[in-house]
């Protein structure tokens, strides 16, 4: 069983940065793709960004200059790096994790709210 555990949201002025964590259990990690979505009240769930396990990152459009995704396999732990923060980035972020051939798994968020 794979778990998810996210940490590092919280309440940010406008302008500022946050660093979230997903701190992955098993052996699966390594191998396995990685991602965050982020939720904003009434809103459906989007894609941010996502980074291979090889470490290629892809990102939205509309936070590909602000964000950064990193990944350490030594730690099973992938990374968001949040930078100008806006109101608008103000939601619930979700990690999830792709093995090989097995299901998605997702963490239970992160709440991130930023004050303008």
């Known amino acids: 069983q794979v778990q998810l555990v996210e940490s590092g949201g919280g309440l940010v002025q406008a302008g500022g940065s946050l660093r979230l964590s997903c701190a992955v259990s098993?052996?699966?990690?390594?191998?396995?793709?990685m991602g965050w979505y982020r939720q904003a009240p009434g809103k459906q769930r989007d894609l941010v960004a996502l980074?291979?396990?090889?470490?290629?990152?892809n990102y939205a459009d509309s936070v590909q200059s602000r964000l950064t995704i990193s990944r350490d396999n030594a730690k099973n732990t992938v990374y968001l790096q949040i930078n100008s923060l806006k109101p608008e980035d103000t939601a619930v972020y979700y990690c999830?994790?792709?093995?090989?051939?097995?299901?998605?798994?997702w963490g239970q968020g992160t709440q991130v709210t930023v004050s303008s």
């Open positions: 999830h994790c792709d093995p090989p051939g097995s299901q998605r798994y």
């Open positions: 980074i291979s396990r090889g470490g290629m990152s």
């Open positions: 098993g052996s699966m990690f390594s191998i396995s793709v």
